[in-house]
Each structure stands twice: as C-alpha cells, then as structure tokens.
C-alpha cells in the first residue's frame, strides 16, 4: 500500500520558534509538496520539489522554507511561528509526468 | 496559468437524491483532472482523474465525472447519495510547465446529506 507519512497529527507551538514537519514518502516519487489547507480557502501550494536538493516556491512561500536532502523525505520549516501560520499542513507526492498526487495525514498545527 | 473554480461551498442532499458537485477549470494545454474527497481530520484520497481518452470517468464509491471541453467542466456525479459520502471535494487540475508538475486545487465543496 502506498504511503505519505506526516511525523506528527498535532503540533502546538509557541510564537517565534522554529517548527519543522517532517513528511516521508515510500513510492519512489520524484515530486513532493507541503500545501496548506484553510476554510473557505481550500489547498493552497506553499512549495514543492520536483527532485533531491531542487525546490520551488507556490503561491504562498513567505515565512516558510524546505529541505530534500533525500528523495523520500521533505521537511517543511517555519523560521518564527506566528499565529496567522495556525492551519493543518498537508504533505503529498506524486510521479512524473502528470500524475497524482497521494497525501498524507496531514498536520494540524496550532500557534499560540 | 491553470486555475479550478468550484461551484458552491456547500451543497445539501437527501439520502438516495443525485450528488452534482460543479468544477470548472482553466488550462492553457490539455487538462489532466482529478477528483479528491477529504473526510474530516485526514489527508485527501483520490476519485478519480481524466488524463486522455474516454471523456465519461469513473471512481471509487459510484462518483463518476465527465469532461466536457466545450464547457471547460469536470463536473462530479452520484446517482444515488448515501450517508457516507457527506465530505468536503476538491477538484484539481496538473500544471505542467517545464520540468516541474503540480496540481491546482479549488476552494472545495462540503457535501452534506440528509437522512
């Protein structure tokens, strides 16, 4: 079975630290993604990685940078937390060309 | 770019009645489109997808969508709904460009039903 993994399902943190989620995927897939999902607001791509090192901003990267350093794991970091970063974080994959994407758990952050 | 426009954020049927969640998209090459159903606290799992050929799809659970190029639609079907599928739904379309691959989600639809 298919699967994205998201190391944690809650995360309460407290303002201005640093927040890592840790998502790991085991189908060998070139492309990984960390989207952020609100109300009314649906998912949104925060970045994304089409190969180990390679990253690219979405639509909405300000306060957060990635790491790839392998080709099964993408870590998503907010340098300082802040309260308006409160959301569930949703990690996927998928493979080249065009396919779709396979998601994990997500993670239900909360900053106070 | 490529875009998704979903039609309704909510919608509300009886148990039994015909589900029609609406998605319109925009796309500058030939769409690949896909289906997504999120039950509450977890990630998405796929329906469906159009990529080429037959333009009538069918998913998981009895859902099925048509894409209609003429009307830039990939609208989401159930005959008969059930207790089961109340859920929130995101249409999604792939952006290719160059190398790099990712998928343009809507605002999603909550599907309520009604004993």
């Known amino acids: 079975d298919v699967k994205v993994t998201q190391s944690s399902r809650y995360l309460v943190k407290r303002t201005g630290e640093k927040v890592f989620l840790e998502c790991v995927q085991d189908?060998?897939?070139?492309?990984m993604f960390w989207y952020r999902q609100d109300p009314g607001l649906g998912l949104r791509l925060i970045y994304f990685?089409?190969?180990?090192?390679?990253?690219e901003k979405g639509d909405i990267p300000e306060g957060y940078s990635v790491s790839r350093e392998k080709k099964e794991r993408f870590s998503l970091i907010l340098e300082s937390a802040s309260t308006n970063q409160t959301s569930m974080y949703l990690c996927?994959?998928?493979?080249?060309?065009?396919?779709?994407?396979?998601f994990g758990q997500g993670t239900r952050l909360t900053v106070v | 770019a490529q875009s998704v426009t979903q039609l309704g954020s909510h919608v509300s049927v009886s148990e039994g009645a015909l589900v029609l969640l609406r998605c319109n998209y925009s796309?500058?090459?030939?769409?690949?489109l896909f289906w997504y159903v999120q039950y509450p606290n977890q990630g998405l799992q796929l329906l469906l997808k159009?990529?080429?050929?037959?333009?009538l799809v069918k998913g998981i659970n009895g859902f099925e969508a048509e894409f209609k190029k003429s009307e830039t639609s990939f609208h989401l079907t159930k005959p008969s709904a059930h207790m089961s599928d109340a859920a929130e739904y995101f249409c999604?379309?792939?952006?290719?460009?160059?190398?790099?691959?990712?998928?343009?989600f809507g605002t999603g639809t909550r599907l309520q039903v009604f004993p």
């Open positions: 996927a994959s998928s493979s080249y060309p065009r396919n779709e994407a396979f």
């Open positions: 189908m060998d897939h070139e492309n």
């Open positions: 990685s089409y190969d180990v090192k390679m990253k």
């Open positions: 796309s500058s090459v030939p769409p690949y």
């Open positions: 159009y990529t080429t050929g037959a333009t």
């Open positions: 999604a379309v792939s952006d290719r460009t160059y190398n790099t691959d990712k998928l343009i």
